[in-house]
């Protein structure tokens, strides 16, 4: 094969001349939810109904470049295919004018993240990257772009659509040019497919489905990943909805923020949440926002907020969320990053004061943290909120200001566990073990997050409660085992015992789901695991597993797949990760 170039040849082509070529096509018509499917699949990817026996013939017509660039030629670190096919359509001159200007949008955008374009004749067109790193990356982000355009299907009139589908390898993969193609044949109608090299760069950043694709041995075998979309970014500290506690003992600290953004109508000014894990910084944070909208003290504000993730140092990700209300367009419309000095520009032509809020500091990448401390630096009429743990000697490097405040979070004293015990909604009214109270005050240490979930438990497990450890983590084993053998247990017992309807059905995934959630949110509590000993945290990690297995299980009973490596599932493989960094191991 000959060797992919970056050259002006390249990076600009020329907007191919367009055919139309029809044939006919085997697809498989799913008998549940009347899906269609290439005759490739061997599930219904919707609803994990065997498609076998279910085929039937369909003509298409493929809009291909005319001219263009022979394939036999090796890509580039990334490579993202274009292929274009008219379901139930005809060689009409206003499909071949669509399928022009859908051309054109999509070229635009792979350009846009970085890609280097060229066509491929009687084929379609290819995107490369030479970024060994982030091919893969700005890859994924160009289809998502290009799918948030309404690119990837788009309906011609009542009984036509033009669909675009993209394929995704690596040079790593043999005969790439060629799978890439396939990927696209195999995507239709309008969806984004990756190979098995390309989906284990991005596994971390992007939600992706593991698919059962029947392909032959001649085609390599290969495993194919579609991808769904980025994937969210929980700090474990940071959440949407209604806390489960209420706050306790940090009154003060909320009123001298008070007093800080007074000051800040006309001056820059910083201030320091220091606390170790569970102390509330993060609470305190979303209750004195949450009081500052219901009072109306924000309005006019330019709100800036970030969170740092736990496992991820993915650069710029932290500082590209910052920004995000700006309307940066770094996160979908291209692979920039904008620079300090233009976010700086950005605000002043808004005018009023500026609100940031810089969350878990101690898990923002580098390169974040760099162009934030610059902008705090550069700020005026502005308050900055900062919060991380007092090891985090880094956070005291980033630029402050004139006006400055420091908050050190102490653990509750026992008086104030007593009370964020009584008022726990999972306290009120229920019978607790005698005792309860002074155990949870005796073991919590000063920590809120001991209590909610101490609290949490007992609630559950009533009479049944075992004695409470004297460690967070030990209590989420402790709670792990109380979700595996009653939890899960009873929904296998719902599943294998009833005939469901479609609502029961609907009930029974809610169900699954929100215990997934939850599980997964002890795992985004990063620092109480990395507080732990490697005894404990496999015995922790070993609880996880087999929840995840015990809801693999139920999901493909129910007919449904989660996205492949789910949330859980992915949250221990990270934290495997780290413990083997931790402790030397490659």
Not at 276 to 303: H, P
Not at 487 to 503: I, M, N
Request: aromatic share 6%; glycine share 10%.
């Amino acid at each position: 094969m000959a060797s992919f170039k970056h050259s002006p040849k390249h990076s600009t082509p020329g907007w191919p001349h367009l055919v139309v070529s029809s044939s006919e096509v085997t697809l498989r018509e799913c008998p549940r939810c009347h899906s269609h499917w290439p005759a490739d699949w061997d599930y219904c990817n919707d609803c994990a109904t065997w498609l076998h026996g279910c085929e039937h013939n369909e003509r298409i017509c493929r809009v291909v470049p005319a001219e263009g660039e022979p394939e036999d030629v090796q890509e580039a670190i990334g490579a993202a295919i274009i292929a274009v096919e008219l379901r139930s359509g005809s060689k009409t001159a206003s499909v071949t004018a669509h399928a022009r200007n859908s051309f054109k949008e999509i070229l635009a955008r792979f350009a846009a993240f970085g890609g280097i374009v060229r066509i491929i004749r009687r084929r379609g067109a290819i995107a490369c990257w030479t970024d060994a790193g982030g091919g893969p990356e700005q890859a994924a982000r160009a289809a998502l772009a290009i799918r948030k355009l309404g690119l990837l299907g788009t309906a011609l009139d009542k009984s036509s659509a033009l669909n675009t589908a993209l394929g995704v390898v690596l040079s790593a993969e043999s005969n790439s040019t060629a799978q890439a193609f396939r990927l696209a044949s195999l995507a239709q109608p309008g969806r984004v497919f990756f190979g098995q090299s390309a989906y284990l760069r991005i596994v971390d950043q992007f939600d992706f489905n593991g698919l059962n694709l029947n392909l032959s041995r001649m085609e390599g075998g290969f495993t194919v990943f579609e991808l769904l979309g980025r994937k969210d970014e929980r700090s474990g500290t940071a959440h949407v909805g209604l806390d489960r506690t209420p706050m306790v003992g940090r009154d003060e600290v909320a009123e001298q923020l008070d007093v800080a953004l007074r000051l800040a109508a006309n001056t820059a000014v910083v201030c320091r949440l220091i606390g170790e894990a569970g102390q509330g910084k993060s609470r305190l944070i979303r209750e004195w926002l949450g009081g500052g909208d219901r009072s109306g003290v924000l309005d006019g504000w330019t709100r800036l907020g970030c969170s740092g993730v736990p496992y991820g140092d993915y650069a710029g990700r932290s500082w590209l969320r910052l920004i995000e209300p700006l309307g940066s367009g770094a996160l979908d419309g291209g692979s920039s990053m904008p620079s300090v000095t233009e976010i700086l520009d950005r605000l002043r032509k808004l005018g009023g004061q500026t609100l940031m809020v810089i969350d878990d500091v101690h898990w923002i990448d580098w390169q974040s943290r760099s162009r934030m401390s610059e902008m705090i630096g550069s700020l005026d009429r502005s308050l900055t909120i900062l919060s991380y743990r007092p090891s985090f000697v880094q956070a005291e490097e980033m630029n402050s200001s004139m006006v400055e405040f420091r908050f050190r979070l102490t653990p509750l004293s026992n008086n104030e566990i007593k009370q964020l015990v009584e008022a726990s909604p999972s306290y009120t009214g229920l019978n607790f073990p005698a005792g309860a109270l002074r155990e949870i005050v005796s073991r919590a240490n000063g920590n809120p997050l001991y209590v909610s979930e101490a609290v949490e438990y007992l609630a559950a497990a009533s009479a049944a409660a075992r004695p409470l450890p004297r460690t967070l983590i030990e209590l989420l084993i402790l709670r792990a085992d109380w979700i595996g053998d009653k939890v899960l247990s009873g929904l296998e017992r719902d599943r294998a015992s009833r005939l469901y309807s479609g609502a029961t059905r609907e009930n029974l995934l809610t169900e699954i789901a929100q215990i997934e959630e939850r599980v997964s949110g002890w795992l985004d509590r990063f620092d109480v695991i990395e507080a732990a000993s490697t005894v404990t945290v496999s015995v922790f990690l070993d609880r996880m597993r087999r929840i995840d297995g015990r809801l693999a299980i139920l999901n493909i009973l129910l007919g449904h797949q989660r996205a492949h490596r789910g949330r859980l599932s992915q949250g221990i493989s990270r934290v495997e990760r780290f413990t083997k960094y931790a402790s030397g191991q490659t």
